[in-house]
């Protein structure tokens, strides 16, 4: 009997103790529906948005959100993804100056509306190769309230350095897939 | 809201042109019931800057485990700026067919034929993660398939396994008996190698054999009958993505062409006046309305009366003569009726019109190479599979006789530098007249259209007589038939390189400086049309001149 109540116990002990360290700080919890758009014209907006929705979360994505176009709605969460595609910014008839510009006045738009700012980078070291790279990730990490980026994107240990440094909470996820599990 | 959406979606296909080379091609079906002799027709204009030069791969038997090498992107060989790269390996088949590569590979050894366009589609597809692109189906397709629906299930299951990794293509697939038309779309953003999803989304039909298809840079295969397993082909999970993402639900019609190319590129008329265009020289009894992007035309129709191969070579050179939209006849025409307008940047454009742009024929003075290809069951297949190929624009280039079973192309039509002028390559003998007639595109296009002729009146007319000759050797032993007809065909496209050359220093011979030589040796002056002088106000600012000097 006294072996039986010891296992259960321990049984609970370890669940419960499962249970907090799953439990998601509350600094990082985000909540829906989501805004998003990008900063430098990549996919990754388009990313953060089709994997939140296979998630079942609410999301928009637009990348020609501006502070004029942006309306809360019932918004409760802007992520703004960085990295750059020239090919991007071409087609779309902007550069990086133009896109920072642009995601500087929908962050203050946002933030004026009460959404949390998630800074997100979900496309890899393939996206931290050049100058409007790094430009672009340095504006929009310097606003967000929270960092999202995914183990390739970090994997020189950037973002963890950073979020540190600038004591911002930063969530971790392995892949553009996992995103819709932290929305 | 609407107009945010059209915004978001407008720059999804602005990014997608930015990310995928085919814009602009126009291939044509030909089932064997609507042809003139029974043949199935494939056709294509490779418009744009893509490798012309046709190479031979023959085919061969691999043992097990044997592995190939993937590259991408072919279809821009020739370009110095484009390398292509090898970026991964795949089993190889066991056994191969003898394919013809080209910038988008068009033909094998047993008659399968392959014409191609470009649609994009929505970027929420597109995954870069996928190995293969349409070039690469198109060899696969073409080395492991001996019929067009073998050709499409190897393209789609090779795509699904290893990934899709360019923009929307459609690919006319063509054998002796019957045409499938393949749409192909990437697995998603999402997707990746590991994910043990499909690595691409597409679907086929088949033509019914009746009836012609046209298409050109937007999806055509539209509401999808999953129970009709004679006429439908589709991949893994097709719904799935569209489910997840709100483009289509369970209960509705899916459509294909809307769900993955809601918003075709270009202009508003861009792909549907190439359609309509088609449909209606083939069937004008049919009085096809004027649809613009988001209006479908039918998947085929029925041609008013059965079509040969020079039919559809017309359509090939057609500028939209008599038709509202004629441009040889419009203001931008100029003084010599020419067709030919060249691209503008959207930052070049009007205000109020950046979102539209010239009228687009058929013929377009930037295709690569065309062809009309016959596919003939009745025929052994070595003769019976017949490619007529013209490198450059389709007006003016001549087409030659290739037959599927030849095992040797003469080198002009096999090199050729496209950055610089090369003139051991027969492309630009093409290249150069087409550009020479922009001089004077009224009198040269006439001589060019009579040249032209004169050689392909020759094939046509000889085509019996080569084939019966063929099929003869054939029965004796096939070896003799290839032989035949490789030295049959090396010696039309010799003749064809040659006298094109010649043709092209007869023009600049007799046109230039804004004169015309003529048979006498005088350079006569042609002058201008009156119609045009009188719009350009020929002489208005010496008269207006004249009458002030003349007041004081």
Redesign the interface.
Same mark, same amino acid.
């Given at each position: 009997m006294k072996k039986t109540a010891l296992s259960l116990f321990l049984a609970l002990l370890v669940l419960s103790l499962c249970a907090v360290a799953e439990a998601p700080p509350e600094e990082t919890k985000l909540e829906g529906p989501y805004l998003v758009t990008t900063c430098g @014209?990549s996919?990754g907006a388009?990313?953060v948005g089709? &994997?939140a929705? @296979?998630a079942g979360a609410k999301a928009t994505?637009?990348? #020609?959100l501006t502070a004029e176009?942006f309306e809360p709605g019932e918004f409760k969460t802007l992520i703004v993804t960085a990295g750059t &595609?020239m090919? =991007?910014m =071409? #087609?779309? =008839?902007t550069d990086i100056n133009a896109e920072i510009e642009r995601c500087l006045g929908v962050i203050k738009a946002a933030r004026e509306a009460g959404l949390k700012i998630v800074g997100a980078h979900i496309e890899g070291m393939a996206r931290r190769t050049d100058s409007s790279d790094a430009a672009s990730i340095e504006a929009v990490m310097a606003e967000a309230d929270v960092i999202l980026v995914v183990t390739d994107s970090d994997s020189d240990g950037f973002f963890t350095a950073y979020a540190k440094e600038h004591e911002k909470p930063l969530i971790v996820v392995k892949? #553009?897939?996992e995103i819709g599990k932290v929305l | 809201m609407k107009r945010k959406l059209l915004s978001l979606s407008l720059v999804a296909v602005l990014l997608l042109m930015a990310a995928v080379p085919a814009l602009a091609c126009t291939p044509l079906g030909i089932g064997k019931g609507a042809s003139e002799d029974g043949s199935v027709m494939v056709s294509h204009t490779c418009d744009g800057w893509y490798d012309h030069r046709i190479q031979i791969v023959p085919g061969g038997e691999y043992a097990p485990g044997t592995m190939m090498d993937v590259y991408v992107d072919m279809c821009l060989g020739t370009r110095p700026a484009n390398p292509i790269t090898k970026v991964g390996e795949i089993p190889q088949a066991e056994k191969t067919n003898t394919y013809f590569h080209i910038g988008y590979p068009f033909m094998n050894d047993k008659q399968v034929m392959m014409g191609e366009f470009t649609w994009s589609g929505r970027e929420e597809v597109y995954n870069a993660a996928g190995m293969l692109y349409i070039a690469n189906l198109e060899q696969l397709g073409l080395q492991r398939g001996s019929t067009a629906k073998e050709a499409v299930q190897i393209m789609g299951e090779l795509a699904e396994k290893y990934g899709y990794g360019d923009g929307g293509e459609t690919l006319v697939v063509g054998d002796k008996d019957e045409i499938w038309v393949f749409e192909v779309c990437g697995g998603g953003l999402l997707w990746t190698p590991e994910s043990e999803q499909p690595g691409a989304h597409w679907a086929a039909q088949r033509l019914p054999d009746d009836e012609v298809f046209v298409g050109a840079n937007r999806a055509r295969i539209g509401v999808i009958d999953f129970e009709d397993k004679d006429n439908f082909l589709v991949s893994t999970n097709l719904t799935a993505l569209p489910e997840q993402m709100g483009w289509w639900k369970e209960g509705e019609p899916f459509d294909f062409a809307k769900i993955f190319n809601p918003v075709p590129y270009g202009g508003p008329f861009y792909q549907s006046r190439r359609e309509w265009r088609a449909f209606s020289l083939v069937a004008p009894s049919q009085e096809f309305p004027i649809l613009d992007e988001f209006g479908a035309y039918p998947f085929s129709v029925k041609p008013d009366k059965k079509l040969s191969v020079k039919d559809i070579m017309n359509i090939y050179s057609d500028h939209l003569e008599g038709t509202p939209y004629d441009l040889t006849t419009d203001k931008a025409a100029g003084p010599y009726g020419n067709p030919n307008r060249w691209p503008i940047g959207r930052d070049q454009k009007p205000e109020g019109r950046t979102g539209q742009d010239w009228e687009r024929a058929i013929a377009m003075f930037r295709c690569s190479y065309s062809f009309v290809s016959q596919s003939r069951s009745w025929l052994p297949d070595p003769v019976g599979g017949v490619l007529w190929f013209g490198e450059d624009a389709p007006d003016t280039t001549v087409y030659v006789p290739i037959y599927c079973g030849v095992t040797e192309i003469p080198t002009p039509w096999t090199v050729g530098e496209r950055h610089k002028f090369d003139p051991t390559s027969a492309w630009w003998a093409f290249n150069l007249v087409n550009n020479y007639a922009n001089l004077r595109w009224d009198a040269m296009y006439k001589e060019i259209r009579e040249k032209k002729d004169s050689y392909e009146s020759v094939f046509f007319a000889e085509q019996a007589a080569t084939e019966e000759e063929a099929v003869k050797l054939f029965n004796e032993d096939p070896a003799k038939a290839v032989a035949f007809l490789t030295e049959k065909t090396m010696e039309r496209l010799n003749t064809v390189e040659k006298g094109w050359w010649e043709f092209a220093w007869h023009l600049i011979g007799k046109y230039y400086d804004g004169g015309m030589i003529n048979e006498e040796g005088r350079m006569t002056s042609p002058g201008y049309p009156m119609k045009y002088l009188e719009e350009v106000d020929f002489g208005g600012p010496a008269l207006k001149d004249l009458e002030e000097i003349n007041k004081k």
């Open positions: @014209q996919p388009v990313m089709m &994997s929705m @296979q994505y637009n990348n #020609a176009t &595609s090919k =991007g =071409g #087609a779309a =008839g892949d #553009a897939l | -």
